[in-house]
T-cell receptor, first 111, second 112 residues
Framework: SQELEQSPQSLIVQEGKNLTINCTSS?????LYWYKQKYGEGLIFLMM?????EEKSHEKITAKLDEKKQQSSLHITASQPSHAGIYLC???????????FGTGTSLTVIP | DAEITQSPRHKITETGRQVTLACHQT?????MFWYRQDLGHGLRLIHYSYGVQDTNKGEVSDGYSVSRSNTEDLPLTLESAASSQTSVYFC???????????FGPGTRLTVT
């Protein structure tokens, strides 16, 4: 199976601070997806990365996929309370047919 | 607007009963998925379908079944509910295998 490790498991930051969440795979990723989940709700798609070295941004959130396609990072600049929630990375199917998720990073932003 | 819905949103049932959770999407997506989310385990894939009449087992399929008779719906059935199946269940759909998945709001199931 393809496992995705996320770090840290939880993060508490002061509003305005920058933060980074990492997602690491033991195998080459053929598609890396970032989602955000508000507590008690469904997942919201943020970004998808497919190419080594690819970087995408949406508002104050930037995601990168390394050249080897085994690690991705999600960076939030000047965090706001609205950024609070659980961030999950997911990997699309490559040789297999199953989609996998990391265990998630819980983000709390203190006003 | 296209969407994906799940029903019921909350369900309490007794051990041994059969339970069916509904998932309906209006995006005309070929791919549909069922996950369960538990503390300490994250999201785990139960079953998935790549089209009508196609169903496949995921990581934690024991005790669950699905059927796909049309594009819009993928109901999840618990044949004989067990307390270990108490969880939050999410349905998702995507346009294709390499495309992002869109998630429903979830169903919180409690088996007593």
């Amino acid at each position: 199976s393809q496992e995705l490790e996320q770090s840290p498991q939880s993060l508490i930051v002061q509003e305005g601070k920058n933060l980074t969440i990492n997602c690491t795979s033991s195998k080459t990723l053929y598609g890396l997806y970032w989602y955000k989940q508000k507590y008690g709700e469904g997942l919201i798609f943020l970004m998808m990365l497919q190419k080594g070295g690819e970087e995408k941004s949406h508002e104050k959130i930037t995601a990168k996929l390394d050249e080897k396609k085994q690690q991705s990072s999600l960076h939030i600049t000047a965090s706001q309370p609205s950024h609070a929630g659980i961030y999950l990375c997911g990997a699309g199917p490559n040789t297999g047919n199953q989609f996998y998720f990391g265990t998630g990073t819980s983000l709390t932003v203190i006003p | 607007d296209a969407e994906i819905t799940q029903s019921p949103r909350h369900k309490i049932t007794e051990t041994g009963r059969q339970v069916t959770l509904a998932c309906h999407q209006t995006w005309n997506h070929n791919n549909m998925f069922w996950y369960r989310q538990d503390l300490g385990h994250g999201l785990r894939l139960i079953h998935y379908s790549y089209g009508v009449q196609d169903t496949n087992k995921g990581e934690v399929s024991d005790g669950y079944s699905v059927s796909r008779s049309n594009t819009e719906d993928l109901p999840l059935t618990l044949e004989s509910a067990a307390s270990s199946q108490t969880s939050v269940y999410f349905c998702a759909s995507s346009r294709g295998r390499i495309y992002e998945q869109y998630f429903g709001p979830g169903t919180r199931l409690t088996v007593t």
